[in-house]
């Protein structure tokens, strides 16, 4: 296959790569500050995320520019559409990377990143309203990616200074998330079992309670009951899905698999901040477990990711 038909080809839910890979960051500079280990990973990983969002948004924006069809073609799947808040995604966690180091340059992509995502969620929650031909076999974990980005915004919002904000997108965020997950759930339960390729999105469920308790308590300055309760049921969901890792080893790579990444980092940083709050022993050693198994699910899937590309099963017309 020639490189004009890779890029065709190019898929939107590789932005979902960025998203794991501003996790990991974060998790390393919270584990920096607070255990005061880990610095020389942090500086690494940090150009190694603005190069890895740079190449993708070059790429992604050349196949807008030659493949407007395909962008459009992707836009209107009710699976792929989830996955284009990726993007206004990644630039608020990169936003929260740089924030302690390049507040102006973080300032400015937190605004760009609330104003395309808002469009996209927007965007989203009509086609989902006047939808033609959606049935109950499309909903998928992956619904919950644009949910995200709005529970996201207060993380580095609270601290810019922008509270009514934050707590707009928030309550967006956090009241849909609640909605979603009983339509999922529903799904699940009643309906036909995910396809194989969407299997790993089952990780998204950690995202919504995991960011909503760092959000949360970033917009009332502590621990109360609500975010307690937001933080165990990630911890939970997290638990839940770990016994299930035999359904998870056995399937064939799919860039799905990146779903793995960044909840898997919002429940460390979430845990991280956890021992922040109550200076209990016990977060302390989960948070460092997790961030253990965190950066080894990153290295596996920078790996498997070179390999699929290198091979060509990645960026070819889907059958």
Same mark, same amino acid.
């Given at each position: 296959? !020639?490189?004009?038909?890779?890029?065709?080809?190019?898929?939107?839910?590789?932005?979902? =790569?960025? =998203? $794991?890979?501003?996790?990991?960051?974060?998790?390393?500079?919270?584990?920096? +500050?607070?255990?005061?280990?880990?610095?020389?990973?942090? /500086?690494?990983?940090?150009?190694?995320?603005? /190069?890895?969002?740079?190449?993708?948004?070059?790429?992604?924006?050349?196949?807008?520019?030659?493949?407007?069809?395909?962008?459009?073609?992707?836009?209107? !799947?009710?699976?792929?559409?989830?996955?284009?808040?990726?993007? +206004?995604?990644?630039?608020?966690?990169?936003?929260?990377?740089?924030?302690?180091?390049?507040?102006?340059?973080?300032? *400015? *992509?937190?605004?760009?990143?609330?104003?395309?995502? *808002? $469009?996209?969620?927007?965007?989203?929650?009509?086609?989902?309203?006047?939808?033609?031909?959606?049935?109950?076999?499309?909903?998928?974990?992956?619904?919950?990616?644009?949910?995200?980005?709005?529970?996201?915004?207060?993380?580095?919002?609270?601290?810019?200074?922008?509270?009514?904000?934050?707590?707009?997108?928030?309550?967006?965020?956090?009241?849909?998330?609640?909605?979603?997950?009983?339509?999922?759930?529903?799904?699940?339960?009643?309906?036909?079992?995910?396809?194989?390729?969407? =299997?790993?999105?089952?990780?998204?469920?950690?995202?919504?309670?995991?960011?909503?308790?760092?959000?949360?308590?970033?917009?009332? $300055? $502590?621990?109360?009951?609500?975010?307690?309760?937001?933080?165990?049921?990630?911890?939970?969901?997290?638990?839940?899905?770990?016994?299930?890792?035999?359904?998870?080893?056995?399937?064939?790579?799919?860039?799905?698999?990146?779903?793995?990444?960044?909840?898997?980092?919002? @429940?460390?940083?979430?845990?991280?901040?956890?021992?922040?709050?109550?200076?209990?022993?016990?977060?302390?050693?989960?948070? /460092?477990? *997790?961030?253990?198994?965190?950066?080894?699910?990153?290295?596996?899937?920078?790996?498997?990711?070179?390999?699929?590309?290198?091979?060509?099963?990645?960026? @070819?017309?889907?059958?």
């Amino acid at each position: 296959m !020639n490189s004009a038909n890779r890029l065709e080809n190019f898929p939107v839910s590789f932005f979902a =790569m960025v =998203m $794991g890979m501003a996790g990991i960051t974060i998790a390393w500079q919270k584990c920096a +500050s607070l255990l005061h280990f880990g610095s020389g990973v942090y /500086a690494l990983l940090v150009p190694v995320t603005l /190069a890895i969002f740079a190449v993708l948004s070059l790429l992604y924006g050349w196949k807008l520019v030659r493949y407007r069809q395909a962008v459009s073609k992707e836009l209107h !799947n009710p699976i792929k559409l989830n996955f284009f808040p990726a993007f +206004s995604i990644s630039l608020l966690l990169i936003s929260i990377v740089l924030l302690p180091s390049v507040r102006p340059a973080a300032h *400015l *992509l937190w605004l760009l990143g609330i104003a395309i995502h *808002l $469009g996209f969620t927007l965007y989203v929650m009509k086609v989902w309203i006047h939808h033609e031909g959606l049935e109950i076999h499309h909903i998928n974990p992956a619904w919950f990616i644009p949910v995200v980005g709005n529970v996201l915004v207060p993380i580095a919002g609270t601290r810019l200074g922008y509270t009514e904000i934050s707590w707009f997108f928030f309550s967006i965020g956090i009241v849909f998330w609640l909605v979603l997950f009983t339509i999922i759930f529903y799904r699940v339960l009643f309906h036909q079992p995910l396809p194989e390729k969407l =299997m790993p999105t089952f990780f998204i469920l950690i995202a919504p309670p995991a960011v909503g308790f760092l959000s949360y308590v970033s917009l009332v $300055g $502590g621990l109360d009951a609500f975010a307690r309760v937001l933080y165990f049921l990630a911890l939970f969901l997290t638990l839940l899905l770990a016994t299930q890792y035999h359904h998870f080893f056995r399937l064939r790579f799919f860039l799905s698999w990146w779903a793995y990444s960044f909840p898997l980092a919002a @429940v460390t940083i979430s845990t991280m901040e956890m021992y922040e709050l109550t200076g209990k022993n016990g977060f302390h050693y989960l948070g /460092a477990g *997790l961030l253990f198994l965190l950066t080894l699910v990153i290295l596996m899937l920078l790996y498997k990711t070179f390999v699929a590309v290198s091979r060509h099963h990645i960026c @070819v017309e889907e059958g």
